[in-house]
């Protein structure tokens, strides 16, 4: 590689660093190390690692390379990538496939609110009309993902904004600027004015709080949770997409389902004392001090995508099947 190549790929790598770090930092595109970000340069795609988060390309090395035409052939035997490669991204045979040579893949909050309904591909269509746009239902990540979009890009052509079902935003394109602008008009659509409830009882939460294994949440917006009815309604409905079932060992939504003040700290502790988080209804949501810093950025996100949807929105909520079968993916995902 001459040294003028060698200076254009530098180049380009601390562009995506520098994107992938803007993107990370934003709570309502990516929360904790969801999302991921590659380049394909000369043969090697390079992609965020699994366990990184995005907001920290700045100070540290989160991009992995890898042998694309391996990787490439890998996907064509049927065998994911991220089995083969240790430290790859569960999403690696999906940035393979794609043509783009940037590839962008966030947890976009706004996105979400929209990709979980029934009626997504219809609202989707006149949200996103004039832009090149194809919806993915959802599948399992990993080579499921990756199999479904190339059978999608198939039959309708190439696309460079894919909305997939219960799951996320990808943005493709020849550079991290071109990647950027279509973001920005996707993320510019699909905004949706989130409710607002009122402020938390902060007085009952911290009594409740004090001398126990259970604190306040960082994110004043968490509250939103126990607050508002309608967020209530639709977490108790199930799983709306796999991040939320980092919270949980079993396929029981009931961790989201708010609970009543207790009649004793005992009565409290003994109850509760497995549980991550617990929504307090009309009071706000306590989480246990052991909590994880991507257990809490997770949650922020979920707020934030509740808050955004309606009450007589049509939900899609993921199967038992599809519950069970995730655990796994999103066990490696937070590593």
Same mark, same amino acid.
């Given at each position: ?49 699994? $366990? ?41 045979a999906m940035h393979a496939v794609l043509p783009h040579r940037v590839v962008l893949h ?18 989707? !269509? ?7 746009? +194809? ?12 199999? !479904? ?7 309708? $052509? ?26 920005? +008009?996707?993320? +510019? ?8 409830? $009122? ?69 409290? !502790? ?66």
């Open positions: 590689m001459s040294s003028n190549a060698t200076q254009e790929h530098t180049g380009e790598l601390s562009q995506l660093c520098t994107l992938s770090a803007r993107i990370g930092g934003d709570l309502l595109s990516t929360q904790a190390s969801s999302g991921n970000s590659s380049i394909k340069l000369d043969g090697v795609l390079w992609i965020k690692a699994s $366990g990184k988060w995005m907001a920290h390309a700045s100070r540290e090395n989160i991009l992995l390379p890898l042998d694309l035409a391996e990787v490439r052939q890998l996907v064509k035997r049927g065998a994911d990538p991220a089995e083969r490669y240790s430290s790859a991204s569960i999403e690696t966030v947890h976009c909050v706004n996105t979400i609110a929209w990709a979980v309904r029934q009626d997504a591909p219809a609202r989707l !269509e006149r949200q996103l009309k004039g832009l090149p746009w +194809q919806w993915i239902p959802y599948v399992p990540s990993g080579l499921p993902l990756a199999r !479904e979009i190339e059978k999608a890009l198939a039959a309708s $052509g190439r696309a460079d904004i894919l909305v997939l079902g219960n799951h996320g935003l990808v943005v493709g394109g020849e550079d991290c600027a071109a990647v950027q602008d279509l973001l920005s +008009q996707v993320q +510019q659509r699909l905004a949706i004015c989130p409710r607002r409830p $009122g402020p938390a009882d902060y007085a009952a939460l911290a009594e409740l709080a004090d001398g126990s294994s259970w604190d306040l949440p960082d994110d004043d917006g968490v509250h939103a949770l126990g607050l508002d009815d309608i967020a209530r309604a639709i977490l108790s409905g199930g799983f709306l997409y796999p991040c939320q079932l980092m919270f949980s060992d079993s396929c029981a939504p009931g961790l989201f389902c708010p609970v009543s003040r207790p009649g004793s700290r005992d009565e409290w !502790e003994s109850r509760y004392r497995a549980r991550p988080f617990l929504i307090v209804e009309g009071r706000g949501v306590v989480v246990k001090k052991t909590m994880t810093p991507a257990q809490r950025a997770t949650m922020s996100g979920l707020a934030q995508v509740v808050q955004r949807i309606s009450l007589t929105a049509p939900l899609r909520y993921l199967t038992e099947t599809e519950v069970a079968n995730s655990f796994s993916m999103v066990a490696s995902r937070y590593a």
